[in-house]
């Protein structure tokens, strides 16, 4: 007797952001942590990259048209309940999917990918500064301390520097901003800032605190935090309840990290606690 269907129907969401040859970060990353988290993930490729875990060897940004070629397809066939941008490599298109999402009914998260793990430039000057826009339809922008420091223009080397750069983008017109703490704090613990904006215009921070896992293999967190974010936003989840949830995910990510290439490895998406 041939086997009867039992499809399921989860909640969708979108990831905009770049291809990462090596697996281990961009669209790759993005699409594992929303099935660890029982999100259907469709996608739209900005860049493809050639790089491995011991860096980025080249960038090749996909025309502006075709990206929004890839949303339309997407928008006219899916119900999107979240969308995540991530490296968009251009001015161009970031000015493009600024006005693609702009027009979306979901939440917004978007994550500045400027700089890789490696230190690698992945984007453009001209890119870094059409950003306005696009935090400015963001539900959550989700920038590391290198990144707030560019689009702040001004240095982010502790807590209370990330506090006033979450502020700053709130400011702009993102409704939060999460300022992910790998790069600050003491070397024993980790401390991410969000801030979130008021009704009333009073934002208010929160920060949590894990502690630091002790390994190099880092490469793709960024990519898996946002998108833990709007896959639990897909899901139906409140902003912070969302953001909070995906934080202390990290830890189990970065410590089960996968072991491969000859570089420092990258962290495990699937491995996120509380998932789906």
């Avoid at 934080?247 to 970065?254: E, F, K, R």
Wanted: aromatic share 2%.
């Amino acid at each position: 007797m041939t086997p009867a269907r039992e499809p399921v129907s989860p909640p969708v969401a979108l990831s905009i952001a770049g291809s990462d040859s090596g697996g281990g970060a961009g669209i790759q990353a993005d699409l594992k942590a929303m099935t660890a988290h029982g999100v259907f993930g469709t996608s739209v490729v900005t860049a493809t990259t050639a790089q491995n875990t011991r860096g980025v060897r080249d960038v090749h940004a996909v025309p502006s048209g075709h990206v929004a070629s890839q949303c339309d397809a997407v928008f006219d066939d899916f119900d999107v309940s979240a969308v995540k941008t991530g490296m968009l490599a251009t001015a161009e298109t970031v000015e493009t999917v600024t006005g693609l999402v702009a027009a979306v009914e979901a939440p917004i998260v978007v994550d500045p990918v400027m700089v890789a793990a490696s230190g690698d430039r992945l984007l453009s000057p001209e890119a870094e500064t059409a950003y306005e826009g696009l935090i400015e339809a963001a539900t959550l922008v989700t920038p590391n301390a290198d990144e707030a420091e560019v689009l702040v223009d001004a240095p982010v080397e502790a807590p209370a520097d990330a506090e006033r750069a979450g502020r700053e983008l709130v400011a702009v017109g993102a409704d939060a901003a999460l300022i992910k703490g790998g790069h600050l704090g003491d070397g024993e613990r980790v401390t991410d800032t969000l801030v979130v904006g008021g009704e009333e215009g009073e934002a208010t921070a929160l920060r949590f605190e894990n502690p630091r896992v002790a390994t190099e293999a880092t490469h793709g967190s960024g990519c898996a935090l946002s998108s833990a974010v709007a896959a639990r936003l897909a899901r139906g989840e409140p902003l912070r309840e969302a953001v909070a949830a995906a934080v202390d995910g990290m830890g189990p990510a970065i410590r089960r990290g996968y072991d491969v290439g000859e570089g420092p490895g990258a962290v495990n998406p699937t491995a996120f606690d509380g998932g789906a």
